[in-house]
C-alpha cells in the first residue's frame, strides 16, 4: 500500500503541474489506492463522503465563498478596498502581512478567497507576479492557526493530550512570528522600494459586505446545520450586491461561473479523497511503518504528522493520527505535542490538497507548483526553527 501512496501523490502532482483540474487531480489519486486495496474500499469511501455533513458543508461553504470573491471582483468593490486599505496602510509589506492573516479569523476551507483579491489589487500596485501573491496569501493567511484559541485543530489537539489552548499557543507563538518574518524575508526583495499611493478614501463602504460575511459567519459558526456559515456568507453577498447595484447579468455568472462550480466540486474531491486515505488503508501502512521504523522520537514527531497532513490535506488528520501512534512509544510532553502540531499545519500549508492553496492558486490563474520555489524554503526554514526551539525549550 505505501507504493501505491507514493504512486497516487505523484499523479497529484503531475496532472497538477499539467493545469488539470484539481477536482480531476484528486480523484485520479483516489482510484489509484482504490485499484490497490479494491472494490469494498471504493463503496465504504463513497458512502462516508456522501453521509458526512462534512462534506456538505465544504461542498456549500467553498461555493458561497467563490460567489462572494467573483462578486466584489465583477463589481469593482474588491478593487476599491484594496487600494482603500493599501492607502491607508502605506507600506506594502504590512498590508501583505496583515490582510490575509486577519481575515484568516474565520478559519474555513475557501476562507482565502476574501483575502486574495485584496492581495491581487495590493500585489499588482507593486508589480508583483502572481506566483508570488499566491505565496502570500496562502503563508500569511495560516500563520494565526498556531496560537488562534478558535481553530478548531488547536482545540481538538488540546481535548487529545489534555494541555490546554493557551499553553499550546503560548508555546507556538515563537514559530507563528518566526513564520511572519520568514515570509518577510521572502518577500522584501520583490518589494524593495515599493510604496503605496495615498488613498484618502473611505474604506467601510467598500469593506461593509465583508464584514457582515465575517460577523455572520462567526456567529452561525455554531450553527445546527452545515448549511449556517454559507448563509452568513450569502448575507454578505446580498449586501455587496445591493450596495454596488450590480445587474442581475453579473449576479447570475457568479452563480454559475467555472469558479464557483469548481471550487465546489474540488471540496467535494478533497473529502473523498480524505476517505479514500482512510478506508484503502493508506494512513495506516503509513502510521504502521512509521512506528515500526526505529526512527528517533523527534524524526517520527515531523515526519509521521508531515506526511499524513500532506496527503489528506488535513492538519487535524496528520494530529489525530500521529497522537496515537506515539503516545505508547513515549511521553509526549507539551514540546512534543507543540512539535507535531507546528510540523502537521506548516507541512500541509503546501499540499496539493489544501484548499486554500488550490483556491488561491487558482483565483490568480497560477498552477500551484510555481509558488513553491517560495514555500518550500519557508516551510523547511519554520520546521527547522521549531525542531531547534523545542529542543532547547
Known amino acids: ?192 522600494g515599493a510604496a503605496l499611493p495615498r488613498n484618502d478614501a473611505s474604506v467601510w463602504r467598500a469593506l461593509a459586505p465583508l464584514i457582515t460575511a465575517l460577523g455572520a459567519a462567526i456567529v452561525l459558526r455554531y450553527g445546527f446545520t452545515y448549511l449556517a456559515m454559507p448563509l452568513g456568507v450569502a448575507a454578505g453577498s446580498a449586501l455587496l450586491a445591493a450596495l454596488t447595484r450590480a445587474s442581475a447579468e453579473s449576479i447570475a455568472s457568479s452563480l454559475a461561473g467555472r469558479r464557483a462550480l469548481g471550487l465546489a466540486a474540488a471540496g467535494f474531491s478533497i473529502m473523498l479523497f480524505q476517505k479514500v486515505m482512510m478506508f484503502s488503508g493508506a494512513s495506516a501502512a503509513i502510521a504502521s511503518a512509521a512506528s515500526s521504523s526505529g526512527l528517533p522520537i523527534t524524526v517520527l514527531e515531523v515526519a509521521l504528522p508531515a506526511v499524513i497532513g500532506t496527503l489528506t490535506g488535513s492538519p487535524l488528520t496528520g494530529i489525530v493520527t500521529s497522537i496515537p501512534i506515539l503516545e505508547p512509544i513515549t511521553h509526549l510532553a507539551i514540546r512534543d505535542v507543540s512539535l507535531i502540531y507546528v510540523s502537521s499545519i506548516v507541512s500541509y500549508i503546501g499540499s496539493p490538497a489544501h484548499l486554500c492553496l488550490v483556491y488561491t492558486a487558482q483565483y490568480f490563474g497560477e498552477p500551484i507548483t510555481t509558488q513553491y520555489r517560495y514555500m518550500i524554503p519557508a516551510i523547511a526554514s519554520t520546521m527547522a526553527f521549531a525542531v531547534l526551539l523545542y529542543a532547547l525549550w
Request: aromatic share 8%; charged share 10%.
Open 1 to 192: 500500500m505505501l507504493a501505491a501512496v507514493v504512486v497516487a501523490f505523484a499523479v497529484v502532482v503531475a496532472l497538477l503541474r499539467l493545469r488539470t483540474h484539481i477536482s480531476v487531480a484528486l480523484l485520479a489519486g483516489s482510484a489509484v489506492l482504490l485499484i490497490a486495496s479494491g472494490p469494498a474500499a471504493a463503496l465504504d469511501s463513497l458512502e462516508a463522503t456522501i453521509t458526512d455533513p462534512r462534506t456538505w458543508f465544504l461542498v456549500s461553504m467553498s461555493y458561497a465563498v467563490a460567489v462572494f470573491a467573483d462578486l466584489y471582483d465583477r463589481t469593482g468593490l474588491a478593487k476599491e478596498l484594496g487600494e482603500a486599505l493599501a492607502g491607508k496602510l502605506r507600506s506594502p509589506l504590512l498590508a501583505l502581512v496583515l490582510t490575509p492573516a486577519v481575515l484568516g479569523l474565520i478559519p474555513v476551507a475557501g476562507g482565502a478567497l476574501m483575502s486574495a483579491p485584496l492581495v491581487a489589487v495590493i500585489g499588482a500596485a507593486v508589480g508583483l507576479s502572481t506566483a508570488v501573491m499566491v505565496f502570500a496569501n496562502v503563508w500569511f493567511r495560516h500563520t494565526i492557526f498556531l496560537v488562534y484559541p478558535l481553530s478548531n485543530v488547536l482545540i481538538t489537539t488540546a481535548a487529545l493530550t489534555g494541555y490546554g489552548v493557551g499553553e499550546l499557543a503560548a508555546r507556538q507563538a515563537p514559530v507563528a512570528a518566526f513564520m511572519i518574518g520568514v515570509g518577510a524575508i521572502i518577500l522584501w526583495p520583490h518589494l524593495r
